[in-house]
């Protein structure tokens, strides 16, 4: 796996979280969801992406991405995260 590439990919498909109202978040609460997405060099990438309160149901929600080419990777993924505010805002 390429791992700039990947990092890259990761960084831009959690950008879009980011951009998501908390409301919309919130939904997504123990709900994960994967996509997949094909790289500038032809690789295939699953990216999972899971939302969960970070300390307390009400507050601060985490947002992680994991990243993975369906080789050994799937077992030790790349992963990036970010923190969502009630008031919208990241961390």
Do not use: H
Not at 14 to 43: C, F, H, K, M, W
Not at 57 to 85: E, Q
């Amino acid at each position: 796996m390429n791992k700039v590439e990947a990092k890259t990919i990761l960084a831009r498909e959690l950008a879009a979280y980011a951009d998501r109202p908390y409301r919309q978040l919130v939904a997504l609460v123990d709900n994960p969801e994967v996509i997949e997405v094909i790289g500038d060099s032809g690789t295939k990438y699953q990216i999972e992406f899971s939302v969960f309160y970070d300390s307390q149901t009400g507050g601060d929600l985490r947002v992680m991405g994991s990243i993975d080419d369906g080789g050994w990777r799937a077992f030790v993924p790349l992963t990036d995260s970010l923190i969502k505010k009630p008031g919208d805002s990241c961390v």
